[in-house]
């Protein structure tokens, strides 16, 4: 249960937040998409977990891991473009990588663990896979969402706007 909380006060309020103010700078039907996806994926996750807990089919968490896991790397993808422009301030350009770089990886992780039940049974033994693996989960996927990206990605916005 803290785990969940946790987890959903970062993918439910910092990954919306920075994916908003992204897509407001940068515009464009690619913007939205990302934003539209978050929006929707968070929710969709805690559902088919809830799903899942509730001894239902696990394959509606892992379409929702996958759907927000893509939206977490349009999310990245939107950072990186803000990385690129010129006029933005060297500290938040590098944050901005940093944040996207981390977010991206992270979100492969999500996705890979969120399909835990549909790969072979030969590679349930390996990270990400596994129910068992929470640890490693929590030590990588929580760390790199934690502080690469959301401690990051906000300095970065903080640093853009005091500049």
């Known amino acids: 249960v803290l785990l969940t909380a946790i987890h959903f006060h970062y993918a ?50 892992s379409a929702a891991a996958w759907l927000t896991a893509l939206a977490g790397l349009a999310a990245a993808v939107l950072h990186l473009r803000l990385a690129a422009r010129s006029s ?31 790969v072979p049974e030969t590679w349930r033994s390996t990270p990400p896979f596994g129910a068992e693996h929470i640890d490693w989960m929590r030590a990588w996927h929580g760390t790199a969402n934690a502080l690469g990206f959301a401690l990051a990605g906000i300095i970065g916005w903080v640093a853009s706007e005091n500049e």
């Open 12 to 61: 439910g309020l910092v990954l919306p937040v920075l994916t908003g103010l992204a897509g407001r700078k940068l515009g464009g039907w690619f913007a939205t998409l990302a934003a539209a996806g978050v929006v929707l994926g968070v929710p969709l996750v805690a559902a088919g977990i809830t799903v899942s807990q509730l001894g239902g089919s696990r394959l509606v968490e």
């Open 88 to 118: 933005s301030p060297l500290a938040s350009r590098i944050l901005w990588s940093i944040a996207a770089l981390t977010l991206a990886g992270g979100m492969l992780l999500a996705g890979l663990y969120g399909s835990r039940d549909l």
